[in-house]
Nanobody
Framework: QVQLVESGGGLVQAGGSLRLSCGAS????????MRWHRQAPGKQRELVAG???????YYADSVKGRFTISRDNAKNTVYLQMNSLKPEDTAVYYC???????????????WGQGTQVTVSS
């Protein structure tokens, strides 16, 4: 079983920055994919950024050039650096991790508990 613990959310003014963290622990042999998602009130959850095991990254168009996803392999932690924040970035942010517990185990997805990000205008 894998557990994720998120931190770093909060209230910030437009134009400000925040860094979210998501640490994974438990039965982890290999992490295959790490993602950040967000869900604003009354809206569907959307994918914000992803980081694949080969190091490649991708972003939603709405955050390109402002957000950066990164990973600390030693800590099994994924980060989301958010700069130039806008009020429309306000949402609950969730991390998800696809991991395998052994060499031959399937990849399973685990979700974090979510952290609130509020950007005031």
């Amino acid at each position: 079983q894998v557990q994720l613990v998120e931190s770093g959310g909060g209230l910030v003014q437009a134009g400000g920055s925040l860094r979210l963290s998501c640490g994974a622990s438990g039965s982890i042999f290999r992490i295959n994919h790490m993602r950040w998602h967000r869900q604003a009130p009354g809206k569907q959850r959307e994918l914000v950024a992803g980081l694949i095991s080969d190091g490649s990254t991708y972003y939603a168009d709405s955050v390109k050039g402002r957000f950066t996803i990164s990973r600390d392999n030693a800590k099994n932690t994924v980060y989301l650096q958010m700069n130039s924040l806008k009020p429309e970035d306000t949402a609950v942010y969730y991390c998800s991790v696809d991991s395998s517990s052994s060499r031959y185990s399937p990849s399973l997805r685990t979700w974090g508990q979510g952290t609130q990000v509020t950007v005031s205008s």
